[in-house]
């Protein structure tokens, strides 16, 4: 069935090195890539997404990659700071006979500082 | 973007009631979805809410636990009903918009005793 495993589960820095997650997506009908952050307490925000027909996207400290060959995407923060701490979740998406996400299971990311 | 809102954001409730959640959203939506998240866990989906049909459930969730309206293009309300403290749980709204980016409500913060 569907599945998007993400690395690593729990991931600390220091603060000012970067930080990746990565994710794999079993369905090859995914064509959308979103990523949240979830902070305690908080709703899952939207901070960056990229559509199955880009293989970069970045906007300024946070990018992500796509491999559609290889159905992997990465999450990159750079310079990370210590309100970077959260819980980031990818997700594959696609719409076809309905939208359809599948999140993977989080990573906790700890800034050090 | 979309503005999602939901009442109540938090609540305490006796085993064997119900409770309503409501969802409002800022413009009109096609897609509006209701998601369950587990204290330290992943995004959880627990139906499709059409607008003017029966929800949409997924494999372990059904009608009778979980009814759901949604009356128009910008509010939908999940039910819980007959509550146990299996239940206690956060319950989110999630939307997708035109341009099909995926957006989350503040989540509904359930305890259940």
């Known amino acids: 069935g569907e599945n998007v495993e993400q690395h690593p589960s729990t991931l600390s820095v220091q603060e000012g090195d970067s930080a990746v997650i990565k994710c794999t997506y079993s369905d090859s009908a995914s064509n959308y890539f979103p990523w949240y952050k979830q902070e305690l307490g908080k709703r899952p925000q939207l901070i960056i997404d990229i559509r199955s027909n880009v293989g970069e996207k970045k906007d300024q400290r946070i990018a992500v990659t796509l491999n559609k060959t290889a159905k992997h995407f990465s999450l990159h923060i750079t310079e990370t700071q210590p309100e970077d701490s959260a819980v980031y979740f990818c997700?594959?998406?696609?719409?076809?006979?309905?939208?359809?996400?599948?999140f993977g299971a989080g990573t906790r990311l700890f800034v050090k500082a | 973007s979309a503005v999602i809102s939901q009442k109540p954001s938090r609540d305490i409730c006796q085993r064997g009631t119900s409770l309503t959640i409501q969802c409002q959203v800022d413009s009109q939506v096609t897609m509006m979805f209701w998601y369950r998240q587990q204290p330290g866990q992943s995004l959880t989906l627990i139906a499709t809410a059409n607008q003017g049909s029966e929800a949409t459930y997924e494999s372990g969730f059904v009608i009778d636990k979980f009814p759901i309206s949604r009356p128009n293009l910008t509010f939908s309300t999940l039910t819980v009903s007959n509550m146990s403290p299996e239940d206690s749980s956060i319950y989110l709204c999630?939307?997708?918009?035109?341009?099909?980016?995926?957006?989350f409500g503040p989540g509904t913060r359930l305890l259940v005793l």
């Open positions: 997700a594959a998406s696609w719409n076809t006979g309905g939208f359809k996400t599948i």
């Open positions: 999630s939307v997708v918009t035109d341009l099909e980016t995926q957006y």
